[in-house]
């Protein structure tokens, strides 16, 4: 059979007639990032984002649409090639129309999933719930007693009448839902201890517990709990709530050893006994003074990002480093130095837990009310019924009660939950275009228009979102559902530079995507097409 030989960089490779030079490349083994190809339609080069360069004419070329010629010697990677691909995803980026985090999230110091929670919580799943909850606190019954809760201050939702009641939601998940099961230990773990058992100091050592290692709480009173437990106005916090979640740390296998008190010899002791030390020991001392770490009169000098101190395998976080009342925030550095350790742990460059590319929109303008409220309920924001009873066979006897007593009856917290607007990007960690965007470390608003579009949401009676703001117009949508026969589909309407992807004929979304919602929903490479829980087949879906 007749075959093509031609050169990606340096390597040559025999394709067969037809073959693109996306195929090709990845035939030589090298990757090329791609927004609107997709393997079950026809090419349709119109992102330009996998863009390679013809080394004999410098032109630059598709290589999603573009044939494999002969001889042809192709470059994928010099520096022409990827600004190319990082001016094409600029100009994408330059008109779309989204939050890749929702703005609660991003005031949270935790950077808690607050709108998936709010979902799964609006669904009756609250087991779901508190697991992504405890993806970034451990401490949900605290927390959810005691945050002054920033993210309800940028929640969306008082524009139109109050803020969801974020925190009281936190908290009734901590009754509602069944606590975390203990780790395995991994294989000759390294050792970790944690000075100070404090928010942050409790949640560092859950989290690094967590992936595997062992870990030592050190902390100086006869009971854990630091600030939390000591240092609180009376009646501010329910102790049997703190007891509760410290237990829930001491069972997923961190050895507490209270009663010690770190001095400089302590200090040094420690050093060479453990493989890595964090200290969350709250605010800076005469004591702290002498532990051999860079400080000024106020706090140690830590990295912002990782918390490294002076000491290589010496962390830091909380008010150790800059005094403050919020535990939050000192619990969200607990959770993020755990990242930090295991990357010195495991010999990788510490730089602390990676902060990803976040698309804002902004304020939203009273036009836009009607759209995030499409999905959410009308009612005003809920006070809890502290006459409930709590019927509910759901809860446990325990759980009723402090929910009567403080918190959210079942049916209330549900309600609660369905008045978020749902801010968020239903595709945050598959979006090919956020993931790009960090990848080549985009500047967001290199092409940006004085003026944004519109936000504009199209629901089905499902849970399918379409959102033109976020389409790119790479026409996959459009090629599916017209290979699998939908009456209507999509296509694309207008012209030029004012073209759009929708459905024809005033059609309604449900009527668009009668039987293909599952596979352009899956297909769509940005947050465009999404949908707010698992779709379930139906009709012909394949």
Not at 358 to 375: L, V
Not at 423 to 448: G, M, S, T, V
Request: with cysteine; hydrophobic share 40%.
């Amino acid at each position: 059979m007749e075959t093509i030989t031609l050169t990606v960089n340096t390597v040559k490779v025999e394709v067969k007639p037809g073959t693109t030079v996306l195929e090709a490349a990845r035939m030589a083994g090298f990757e090329i990032p791609t927004m609107c190809d997709n393997a079950e339609t026809e090419h349709f080069a119109s992102c330009m984002v996998c863009v390679v360069k013809d080394a004999r004419n410098g032109a630059l070329l598709p290589a999603c649409s573009s044939p494999a010629q002969e001889g042809t010697t192709l470059i994928t990677d010099d520096a022409e090639v990827l600004e190319a691909r990082k001016m094409a995803i600029e100009l994408l980026m330059s008109e779309h129309v989204g939050d890749c985090e929702a703005p609660c999230r991003v005031a949270c110091p935790s950077n808690m999933d607050i709108p998936v929670m709010n979902r799964l919580i609006a669904a009756g799943q609250f087991a779901e719930a508190l697991k992504v909850v405890n993806r970034d606190i451990i401490l949900p019954g605290v927390l959810g007693s005691i945050c002054p809760a920033p993210c309800e201050g940028v929640c969306r939702r008082k524009v139109v009448d109050e803020a969801v009641s974020i925190c009281l939601l936190k908290r009734f998940l901590y009754d509602a839902g069944p606590k975390p099961e203990p780790f395995e230990w991994l294989t000759n773990a390294p050792s970790v201890c944690v000075v100070g058992a404090g928010p942050a100091g409790l949640t560092a050592a859950y989290f690094l517990r967590k992936r595997g290692y062992r870990v030592d709480l050190l902390f100086k009173e006869e009971t854990p709990g630091g600030s939390l437990r000591y240092h609180l106005p009376d009646g501010l916090l329910d102790l049997a709530v703190l007891d509760a979640e410290v237990e829930t740390i001491r069972a997923a296998g961190v050895t507490f050893r209270p009663g010690v008190l770190v001095d400089q010899v302590q200090f040094d002791a420690l050093v060479q006994e453990y493989d890595a030390i964090v200290l969350a020991t709250g605010n800076f001392t005469e004591n702290s003074h002498g532990w051999s770490l860079q400080h000024d009169e106020k706090a140690l000098y830590a990295d912002k990002q990782s918390y490294r101190t002076s000491m290589e395998k010496v962390f830091a976080v909380g008010n150790v480093l800059r005094s403050g009342k919020l535990a939050v925030r000192s619990a969200g550095q607990g959770k993020e130095v755990a990242f930090s350790v295991e990357q010195f742990l495991s010999g990788q460059p510490v730089i602390g837990e990676p902060v990803r590319f976040n698309s804002t929109i902004g304020r939203i303008i009273p036009d836009e009310y009607a759209e995030y409220m499409k999905r959410a309920s009308a009612l005003p924001r809920h006070s809890p019924n502290i006459h409930n009873t709590h019927s509910e066979p759901t809860l446990s006897a325990s759980a009723k009660g402090s929910i009567a007593a403080k918190g959210f009856a079942l049916d209330e917290a549900i309600a609660e939950a369905k008045r978020c607007m749902d801010c968020d990007c239903r595709k945050a960690d598959d979006c090919l275009l956020r993931q790009h965007a960090e990848r080549f470390r985009i500047a967001k608003k290199r092409f940006a228009s004085s003026e944004r579009v519109r936000v504009s949401r199209q629901l089905t009676a499902g849970m399918v979102v379409y959102e033109p703001g976020k389409c790119i117009k790479c026409g996959i949508c459009v090629r599916l559902t017209a290979k699998y026969s939908e009456r209507f589909g999509f296509t694309f309407i207008g012209r030029g530079f004012d073209v759009v992807v929708g459905a024809p004929l005033d059609a309604t979304l449900d009527e668009a995507l009668k039987e293909t919602a599952e596979i352009v929903v899956k297909a769509c490479p940005t947050g465009a097409l999404g949908a707010f829980a698992p779709l379930v087949k139906q009709g012909n879906n394949r």
